[in-house]
C-alpha cells in the first residue's frame, strides 16, 4: 500500500501517530510526517485506522 499525507488538510491532531506510530510522526512543524512511504502488510491494519481517525481525511492510500 503506498500512503500519502495532504499536508493543506492536516492540522496536527495525531491521530495518525496514535494509530500508526511506526508509519506517522509529527514534525517540528506539528504536522505530520510520513516515516514509510510504502508500509508493508503488517501495517496495514493501522495505517486503515490511522487514515479513519483522521478528522480532517488528510491521509490517503493507494493500493
Ligand atoms: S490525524 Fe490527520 S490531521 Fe492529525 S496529524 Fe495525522 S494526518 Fe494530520
Redesign the pocket.
Known amino acids: 500500500m503506498k500512503v500519502t499525507?495532504d499536508l493543506t488538510?492536516?492540522?496536527?491532531?495525531?491521530?495518525?501517530?496514535d494509530a500508526a506510530p511506526a508509519v506517522?510522526d509529527?514534525g517540528d512543524n506539528g504536522?505530520?510526517v510520513l516515516l514509510v512511504e510504502e508500509p508493508g502488510p503488517e501495517h496495514e491494519g493501522a495505517v486503515r485506522e490511522?487514515a479513519r481517525?483522521?478528522?480532517?481525511r488528510?491521509?490517503e492510500i493507494a493500493e
Do not use: E, M, S
Open positions: 499525507i488538510l492536516c492540522q496536527g491532531y495525531a491521530n495518525c501517530v506517522f509529527l504536522l505530520a490511522a481517525l483522521c478528522p480532517v488528510a491521509i
